[in-house]
Nanobody, 127 residues
């Protein structure tokens, strides 16, 4: 069974850091673009970052550019999202997504029909 699982969420104070991890089981992420979406209270679910299957291309929305860094280790079948300088408005549920047919791009972050989704992990940033 194909499965994505997020980990690393939690509660931090404003300005703090968290590192989210996405681990795939039942399939290899090698040939998949992988992204991170988030659901912030009161807002639509949004794509915030993605990385190409080879890791050579990354994209971020303006809101997280310079604060978040996405990376992947295909040997471990994982994709991480390092989140620094966290703000209270970053609070929400963060989802890992993967799709073999997407290319990581700003357009892909605006598309919600990624093939595989994790269950999400809660991130809470207090002021």
């Amino acid at each position: 069974q194909l499965h994505l699982a997020e980990s690393g969420g939690g509660s931090v104070q404003s300005g703090g850091s968290l590192r989210l991890s996405c681990t795939a089981s039942g399939f290899s992420l090698d040939n998949y673009a992988v992204g991170w979406f988030r659901q912030v209270p009161g807002r639509e679910r949004e794509g915030i970052s993605c990385i190409s299957f080879g890791g050579g291309t990354t994209n971020y929305i303006d809101d997280v550019e310079g604060r978040f860094t996405i990376s992947r280790d295909n040997s471990k079948n994982t994709v991480d999202l390092q989140m620094n300088s966290l703000k209270p408005e970053d609070t929400g549920v963060y989802y890992c997504v993967a799709d073999p047919d997407y290319f990581c791009s700003a357009f892909a972050l605006r598309v919600r029909e990624w093939q595989y989704w994790g269950q999400g992990t809660q991130v809470t940033v207090s002021s």
